[in-house]
């Protein structure tokens, strides 16, 4: 309780503190005439080699225009949604999801494939997946006119020039709110027949909706958060600082269970080892990758984040499994190990650096460009940082054992990029009610004391869960078969159309609440062969 109280007046502090280079921001430009003057015109979508039907919804686009600055409404830029629309009975079709998606920098279609086949087209429910503007079929932020995402200083060059320092930092959390005002305005005016719009937000994507729900407060009839950005706490200069007890809480659960933990010497744990390895490599003396796997560049920062990769989300409930055993055949490394970890490490590393699509500018998925601008304008500083010299972030990055990669990208920038000013609604927090929450209890990206932090100061308008070892965006474990997070956020976004045993969050207490680490189940067994070529992690002979 003591540090709960302590963590509130720092907070109430760094506000009072930030309040005078916060911007009041213009908000008299009316959306809502707006989107009753531009209806939405519903045509095929011009993302190329993508369906135009996919797992029983048919799939098109509506794009608008909307002003760059809503302060000057003297230019505009195009934002898009793509929907989703279920081919079941039209009197079925009453209930609208808008999903946001992550980032910040992620377009709308990188969540195309996976989910229609997390929420079946049977449900009858039409989805929509707005591209955040500068991502997608929005208008792009992009570092040359082909979209490359090269960011270096000559593509802060590119981006003043082609939008000028103002136009640029209209690039941000605050204007995304107000387009999607206007999308779900407009996308209203054009279906006067639905009963029911609800908005479900994933990883930043949980931030997005925060600042939307400040400003606008009645627009949806529910909402949902997975994977929660702290208004207040979520700094990404500190990422690594969460990260390190999320890393060693993973191990930690193959130290303490005995068919795991037999493995690793009493006084090398597997995040004392893997700590021992990545200090090796630095020092070109980690004997298994100097003499056997030379032919994959190994370093400590691609080792970080790639073990950082197989266990960050919750779509790799079970890619993470095999993690204890990469440590052990590192550091024992006999001809086996040598054998197995070339295969883990030639599937791995192509898995890690997908080849980018040829058909849609490199920023269609994923905005770098959009991400550099929101992260170095508004989400890099944490409690009263200013600036956080290369040493501090070097120091906080070597004291985990996984890792984002780049740990100076932001860094190198951050004094050159023309940073927008921080407006009104910046470390606010919705009273938006009812709001439901969740997030992973091993969630390495949006770290889950913060969630349990948002969580206690936003009771009584908002519920939360904790999912047990899940990671980030809980929803995903749908996919390998435990759909009580999934359930639980679709019977709270659209309550009469799910069974009501759906809302009862008992079902949490049926998930996993240890992990196989060594393939006594069939799932892992499964990704052991994937990754390992062999049915157990450990081998059945160590």
Sequence with gaps: MYRLVILHLLICLFIKQNNARIIPQDTSFNKGAYASAHQCNWLPCNAVGYPSSIFGYSVDCCTLQVPLNYAQQNQTINISMTRLTPNVSATVIKNTLFLLNGGPGDSGWSLFYTTPQLIPSSYGITIILPDHRGTGLSTLLSCDDNGSQNVTASCITYLTSKFGVTGLNQFSITSAAHDLSIQIQSYKASSPSLSRISIYGVSYGTFWLERFLLIYPNLVQSAAMDG????????????????????????????????????????????????NILQQMDLNNQMCVSNNLTEFNLTSEI????????????????????IPAVIFRLNRCNADDVSILKYFFRVSLANLNPVPDPNNPPGFLFSKALQMN?????????????????????????????????????????????????????????????????????????????????????????????????????????????????????????PLVFPA????PSCIRNLPTSIDFVGETEAVQQISMALFNISQPFGPNN
Aim: with cysteine.
């Design 303 to 322: 080792l970080r984040y790639l073990l950082y990769t197989s266990m960050v989300t919750a779509d790799t409930y079970f890619v993470r499994t095999i």
């Design 228 to 275: 929660l950005y702290h208004p207040l706490l979520s700094s990404d200069s500190r990422t690594n600082i969460g990260v390190a007890p999320i890393s060693y809480e993973f191990l930690k659960y193959c130290e303490q269970q005995v068919e795991c933990g037999q493995y690793f010497p009493v006084d090398q744990p597997p995040f004392i080892m893997l700590k």
């Design 501 to 504: 045993n759906w809302k009862d």
């Design 374 to 494: 929101i992260i170095l304008s508004e989400t890099y500083l944490a409690l009263n940082e200013s600036y956080v010299n290369n040493s501090v972030i070097l120091r906080w990055y070597n004291a985990t054992v996984f890792a984002p990669q780049k740990p100076l990208q932001y860094n190198s920038l951050y004094l050159q990029w023309p940073k927008y000013p921080l407006d009104q609604y910046r470390f606010q927090i919705s009273t938006y009610s009812p709001l439901l929450m969740l997030n992973g209890g091993l969630d390495a990206a949006t770290i889950t004391y913060q969630s349990a932090n948002l969580a206690s100061i936003t009771t009584p308008n908002r519920t939360f869960y904790e999912i047990p070892l899940a990671g980030h965006v809980t929803s995903t474990i749908a996919a390998v078969g435990y759909t009580c997070p999934l359930q639980l956020i679709l019977s709270w976004l659209f």
